[in-house]
């Protein structure tokens, strides 16, 4: 049973757009939903988390948006960079647990 | 300040055999997580361990068996190895309450 769907599996976006990526999740105990991105050969790197309190984090050029109703929270990248082509990965985990991770997101910023 | 470290950065294993990797977390952080990434797809938590016991265990079968030292550093050990289990071992540390930091994992291959 996956817990955390995300989608699309592959987005292509242009200089300076903004990328959207998209989560839902099932298990309503869960407290803290962070955003991760991969490059090739490295691990995850933890971009912006968010906690159920707020609708809304802004660290930059990255907003998480939190729809707690609906069960869903999404990734905004404003002003998408060339650099910025990676795997993005959106998490979720309850309390001291493990995080359950979401199959990914290939961005590529095209020139 | 050294992040997550993980050895060895490559490994290639036959069907059968047994296998160790090991982490050093991040200085600071007590708490070290242990995930599979198969390729193209999200990490997959493990087990956790906090305080050298293990507290929290993914679904994976108990073949998959860990340690964690004095030193907060932590083991994961895999018995009679499946071609299934080729994949990327990542260990991530934190502190409690605190985000999970990644290591760049092993690339372990089954032959």
């Known amino acids: 049973q996956q817990q955390v769907k995300q989608s699309p599996q592959s987005l292509i976006v242009q200089k300076g757009g903004i990328s959207i990526i998209n989560c839902a999740y099932e298990?309503?105990?869960?407290?803290?939903f962070p955003w991760y991105q991969q490059f090739p050969g490295k691990g995850p790197a933890l971009l912006i988390a968010i906690r159920p309190d707020v609708s809304e984090k802004k660290e930059g050029r990255f907003t998480i948006s939190f729809n707690k109703s609906a069960k869903q929270f999404s990734l905004h990248i404003m002003d998408s960079q060339p650099g910025d082509s990676a795997t993005y990965f959106c998490?979720?985990?309850?309390?001291?647990?493990?995080?359950?991770f979401g199959k990914g997101t290939h961005l590529i910023i095209q020139p | 300040d050294a992040g997550v470290t993980q050895s060895p950065t490559h490994l290639i294993k036959t069907r059968g055999q047994q296998v160790t990797l090991r982490c050093s977390p991040k200085s600071g952080h007590d708490t070290v997580s242990w995930y599979q990434q198969a390729l193209g797809q999200g990490p997959q938590f493990i087990f956790q361990y906090y305080e050298e016991e293990e507290r929290q265990r993914g679904n994976f079968p108990d073949r998959f068996s860990g340690h964690q030292f004095p030193n907060y550093s932590s083991e994961l050990n895999v018995n009679a190895l499946l071609l299934g289990d080729s994949a990327l071992y990542l260990c991530a540390s934190s502190r409690p309450g605190q985000p999970q930091h990644f290591g760049d994992g092993t690339r372990l291959s089954i032959l």
């Open positions: 298990n309503t105990a869960f407290d803290y």
């Open positions: 998490a979720a985990k309850e309390g001291a647990d493990g995080l359950t």
